[in-house]
């Protein structure tokens, strides 16, 4: 007997595992997202607490079903293509943070990767100049993974390397420290 997750992905292979909130507790609600464009399931599933049902009441989910802790609360399972799952990072913390539009660069995302390891390169830079620790220095390396990959259109590999950097950007998001500059 399939199980709901194998149900509601329409048996698709898993193109995203990621965090979007940091929560202590364990989800009591499985999100289902928008149907997939093309072929059977959805979009996306999240793992959700109480809490976070309400404050994610926004995402576009087709309806919700109970779970009994199977995961933590913020765990998001992505059945969406790499462009799809660029466009995601893009609309939650990469254009925050950098100011970088995917929209300026006609979704080249090796270019518009680029541009944002740029924005991030040039604040840490600027941080160190004035004799500051940028904590965006964590992200260079993985931001820098990203826009090579994306260059060489492996874009599994870029959205694998966004998915470390949204950890930290939601870190970032917390500290008050998100505002791009």
Known sequence: MPSIVQELSGHRDLGGLR??????FKATVLREGPAQDSGPGA????????????????????TDHADNGTMPCGTVLDYRSGEQ????????????LTGVDPAAYGGVWSEVLD??????????????????????????????????????????VATTSLTYCETLAMRLRHDGGLAPH
Do not use: F, I, N
């Not at 979009?43 to 087709?62: M, R």
């Not at 990072?89 to 254009?95: E, Y």
């Not at 004035?130 to 994306?150: C, H, I, W, Y």
């Open 19 to 24: 965090t979007v909130v940091e929560c202590p």
């Open 43 to 62: 979009s996306w599933l999240a793992y959700l607490c109480p809490v976070h049902v309400v404050d994610l009441d926004g995402w576009p989910g087709a």
């Open 115 to 156: 541009q944002a390891d740029r924005v991030l390169v040039a604040r840490v830079e600027v941080a160190s100049a004035a004799g500051e620790e940028s904590p965006l220095q964590d992200m260079l390396v993985m931001t820098d993974v990203a826009r090579k990959a994306a260059a060489r259109g492996d874009l599994g």
């Open 85 to 96: 799952l660029l466009q995601s990072h893009a609309d939650l913390w990469l254009t925050p």
